[in-house]
């Protein structure tokens, strides 16, 4: 199994976590928060992927993501030996925030340490 399977794998697995928790807990606080990071992390993943098949780079952005107070559009680029521009974004639903954090030599989206 290569890099790319376990990308895919990857994020299959977190959509599949993300629709059952979602559809045994319904109504519960945070967890369309959680819908939402799962999603980006996916999106991030299918990003990476596609850089690294083509060989080129390929830019996700994401709108209202940044973390100051402008809460303005945020790029996210990954390169096709598999690394990323870095940076990080806000999630945010309601009163609750979860920070993400892309890392430059993995090209990973993770969750920040609050």
Known sequence: MNL???LIALSIMGIVAAV???????G???LELQRQVSELRSEAAE???RAVTKGESTSLVIS?????????SVTLSFFADGTASGGQICVINEDQV?????????GRLVTAAP
């Open 47 to 49: 990003f990476r992927h």
């Open 98 to 106: 979860t920070r993400l954090v892309l890392e430059s030599l993995t």
């Open 28 to 30: 519960q606080p945070g």
């Open 4 to 6: 790319l399977e376990v």
């Open 20 to 26: 059952a928790v979602s559809g045994r807990v319904g």
């Open 64 to 72: 209202d993501a940044n973390c100051d107070a402008s809460g303005g």
